[in-house]
């Protein structure tokens, strides 16, 4: 036996910050960081969702540091370790050079959930995935924000689909010491605990950080051995329960969050309130002030100078309401340890204060205490301006305080490693900062940097990619029925034809259901001997949703049908991994909500940087991002008397963009087989696209607009 050889200092010091960079979520927008991983445990990379701290669970230590004395890996990990620290050590950021008033400042970011990564299964969907880009790109600017959330121990739920095709929910149970994130400890190492209260009861929280580059984000959990069972399960689910569920969930979010931060000594000039769930951090702030001895108006003054109010739901029944009975029974204790009665809280939280039929609505609480509110893309600021008009008597309509600042997307993070690398060979690693400059994407899609014959192939590599992912998730899904002949499969999808994709929510105003509506021209239509498409569908309805489950099933029907098998797919469990497949590899993006109930939408945005066009409804983002040469629109920018007029109107538009237009543009070809008509659009979306609709630009908008807004004085 030869001797054992003492492991080099540098393989432990490089052993020691992978184990650290597995707790960062910086790997999830740097491809280079991921493979490390990967390479560690191609099969516990898959198994696990993508999940860093579980593939070093399952690599034995000595594995690891004999892994790390091979010179070439060694380099890979070194090369991505230093890209690392340099990004974290950063002193010259876009904050200190362009908002250098916020240096000392912090703001606290909070969002019922955070769509961050798939391995980190805390999002249902839109909202969440907006809140996880905010916090990269704050990260990326260098911004002093942090962010507030729930730890949902089950998460949202696992998607499968029945033989009837009808949506089954499983809730499978993630121990946090298999998640990237750590328990948030006080300075002496013990868990911080607050208390917050529901009802009578006082219930405990204890907290989890998951670090987003620079920006922490803190989850608020309820489960903690001295808490009744019932308190336990209260964060057990993502907007899971009834009511009185999601009231008590929503006082953790707001007023156990304001304590967390307390507790942490985080003292933020701006609160953002992300929807209205943590609205009820207004009333702790506005507690905090009277205990300190300041009078009401005083109090209230204060509360309004530090908080600002992101609205994301265009229509009416979309905001969380609660009557007077639930306010009352789940406010008791904590109206009177701030010395109000309920009915003088729930006034904050009403229209009219006086009257006391009326519901507890958190967007009015959280539009009365902010001193900036904003709809999420110019039709749906307009659009809130006129819902909540009744706030301000006497305003001009135009005058109404709530602006608008557009969606975007983190870029970098939606990007999947072979468009990476497409871009990256072709403008040097530094692409990624330059997501706002439109001059370097005019450039960079100039055919003297990128040829038609190069885009083509990226196309064609990206499809091939999402249709082999496709085939893999599908036969997974039929061995379940017992039906996993591979035979078949192979004629699942095809890598030459027009491929169509449409993933999100099925609420149902998404109008999943759309493309089927004149049944015997969409069969036609996929079916072309010339001219075929493809359809591949993705998307998870609310467990209570069964208006939007019927809309999976029929789907799921049309996908068994014998003339469309392998033609049009469902593919279960839509989640940030099956998104990311799914905007990198369709040619078409369709997205069909119902004018205006689609505030901004953001899937469509995840296409661009992959060469895919957009074809949707002149609703949210897309009404400002169209130029009649970026991509398609169904229907006109105007709202039809009723829903059925408008879902007609829609689809009639639908078929004829589509017959006339798109579907002869995509199989119009050179001698060459290219498509250099179609690649001219695509340059043109790509172009117009990538520079504006990226959450850069989003966070820069509210750094310059909200966050330092003067503040108000008394
Ligand atoms: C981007 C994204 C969404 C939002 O999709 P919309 O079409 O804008 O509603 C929802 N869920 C996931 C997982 C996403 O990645």
Redesign the pocket.
């Known amino acids: 036996m030869g001797t054992q050889k003492k492991t080099p200092a540098g393989v432990m010091r490089t052993e020691a910050e992978i184990r650290e960079l597995a707790y960062n979520l910086w790997w999830s927008w740097h491809p280079a960081a991921q493979q490390i991983f990967q390479e560690l445990s191609p099969y516990v990379w898959e198994e696990s969702n993508h999940n860093p701290v579980e593939v070093l669970q399952w690599v034995a230590p000595q594995e690891l540091r004999a892994r790390l004395q091979v010179p070439q890996f060694h380099r890979s990990v070194q090369f991505v370790l230093d890209d690392f620290h340099a990004y974290m050590g950063a002193k010259r950021t876009w904050m200190r050079k362009h908002a250098p008033s916020l240096a000392g400042e912090s703001i606290a970011y909070f969002s019922a959930e955070f769509?961050l990564h798939e391995s980190l299964r805390i999002y249902s969907?839109?909202l969440g995935?907006l809140a996880g880009d905010h916090a990269k790109s704050a990260s990326d600017l260098g911004l002093p924000l942090c962010g507030m959330s729930l730890f949902y121990r089950q998460g949202y739920f696992q998607q499968q689909i029945n033989s009837d095709g009808w949506q089954q929910e499983q809730y499978p149970l993630y121990d946090p010491a298999r998640l990237p994130i750590t328990p948030v400890l006080d300075t002496k190492g013990d868990r911080i605990l607050v208390p917050v209260e529901i009802g009578n009861d006082t219930v405990t929280l204890q907290a989890w950080m998951v670090q987003v580059g620079r920006v922490p984000v803190f989850l608020l959990d309820t489960d903690v051995p001295n808490n009744d069972q019932r308190y336990r399960d209260l964060t057990a689910h993502v907007y899971g329960g009834d009511n009185w569920t999601r009231i008590a969930q929503e006082i953790v979010l707001g007023i156990g969050g304001v304590r967390l931060l307390r507790a942490m000594g985080i003292k933020p000039a701006t609160f953002h309130m992300n929807e209205g769930h943590s609205a009820f951090l207004t009333l702790e702030l506005l507690r905090e002030q009277r205990a300190a001895g300041k009078s009401l108006d005083q109090a209230e003054a204060y509360v309004k100078r530090h908080c600002v109010f992101t609205t994301h739901t265009p229509v009416p029944a979309g905001h969380d309401r609660f009557d007077q009975g639930l306010f009352t029974a789940v406010f008791e204790a904590f109206a009177q340890k701030m010395g109000v009665g309920t009915i003088e809280l729930m006034g904050y939280g009403r229209e009219n204060v006086a009257d006391t039929a009326e519901l507890f609505t958190m967007t009015v609480l959280a539009l009365k205490f902010c001193r900036a509110a904003n709809g999420v893309s110019e039709l749906h600021g307009h659009t809130s301006q006129e819902m909540w008009k009744a706030l301000y008597p006497g305003v001009p309509m135009n005058r109404i305080p709530i602006g608008h600042v557009t969606n975007g997307?983190h870029t970098a993070g939606w990007t999947t490693a072979t468009a990476h690398q497409f871009w990256t060979a072709r403008l040097g690693e530094s692409w990624t900062e330059h997501l706002r400059d439109p001059r370097f994407w005019h450039a960079a899609l100039h055919p003297k940097t990128v040829s038609d014959e190069e885009l083509w192939a990226l196309r064609i590599s990206l499809r091939r990619e999402l249709i082999e992912f496709a085939r893999k998730r599908l036969h997974e899904q039929n061995l379940r029925y017992g039906a996993g002949d591979t035979e078949s499969l192979h004629r699942v999808l095809s890598p030459d034809v027009l491929t169509i994709g449409f993933a999100?929510?099925f609420a149902t105003y998404?109008r999943a259901p759309l493309f089927f509506r004149d049944f015997e021209w969409a069969i036609r239509t996929i079916v072309s001997k010339e001219k075929p498409v493809q359809l591949l569908f993705a998307g998870k309805a609310h467990p209570r949703d069964d208006a939007g489950k019927r809309f999976i099933q029929e789907v799921v029907n049309f996908t068994h049908r014998l003339d469309l098998f392998g033609k049009v797919v469902f593919i279960e469990d839509?989640?940030?991994n099956v998104?990311r497949h799914l905007v990198a590899g369709a040619d078409i993006w369709l997205?069909t909500p119902r004018r205006p109930m689609?505030a901004?939408?953001?899937?469509?945005m995840?296409i661009a940087i992959h060469g895919g066009l957009h074809l949707s409804t002149m609703d949210g983002w897309w009404r400002e991002a169209y130029d009649e040469h970026n991509g398609w629109k169904v229907g006109e920018d105007t709202t039809a008397s009723t829903e059925q007029m408008q879902d007609d109107l829609d689809a009639a538009s639908l078929r004829a963009v589509l017959e006339q237009e798109i579907i002869p543009l995509f199989y119009q070809r050179g001698k060459d087989g290219i498509p250099h008509q179609w690649l001219r659009r695509v340059r043109h979306s790509m172009a117009t696209l990538i520079p504006a609709y990226n959450t850069e630009r989003m966070v820069v908008e509210y750094a310059e607009k909200y966050y330092t807004l003067p503040k108000p004085r008394t």
């Open positions: 769509g969907g839109g995935v997307i999100r929510r998404k839509y989640d940030i998104a997205n689609e901004s939408g953001t899937s469509g995840k």
